[in-house]
């Protein structure tokens, strides 16, 4: 089973023989289904094409934003606090590069997410970066 990702908004679905029919994202009228059609990838595609980048946008804060963009590119923010880190959204490609940074910077306390598309593939993998089985809390 594959947990597919739509390559139009970048958000993840739970794993599935086929492909969804179409991406509750973006069928929501506030989005839309590209010209092209409702198209699909998975985690390892991504990651043969794609890759993260990081940036200190200022202290205690550092961008993640996947290369070439992807979705509608979507960027996460690390925030360092001392009582824990805190993910703002998320971005569709996690790799061992970005799992190692963030266990590099410290333990992730929590994610929130500013719009749907932002609930993507580091919701559910991201424990791996705090070396938890269990999800962080979100909102
Ligand atoms: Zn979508």
Redo the contacts with the bound molecule.
């Keep these: 089973m594959t947990a597919f990702i739509?390559t139009?908004?970048g958000?993840q679905y739970p794993p599935s023989d086929a492909p969804p029919d179409a991406?509750l994202?973006?069928t929501d009228e506030r989005?839309f289904v590209p010209a092209s059609g409702q198209s699909w990838t998975t985690l390892e595609r991504l990651r043969s094409a794609h890759s993260n980048k990081f940036r200190r946008l200022a202290a205690g804060l550092t961008t993640i934003e996947t290369t070439p963009a992807f979705g509608i590119g979507q960027r996460a923010i690390l925030a360092r606090t001392p009582a824990g880190n805190v993910l703002w959204d998320c971005v569709a490609l996690i790799d061992d590069a970005t799992v190692d940074l963030l266990k590099g910077l410290g333990v992730v306390v929590g994610i929130a997410i500013s719009h749907p598309h932002y609930y993507t593939t580091m919701v559910g993998v991201e424990p791996r970066a705090r070396g938890s089985a269990d999800p962080p809390a979100c909102g």
């Design positions: 739509c139009a908004c958000t991406c994202i973006c989005q």
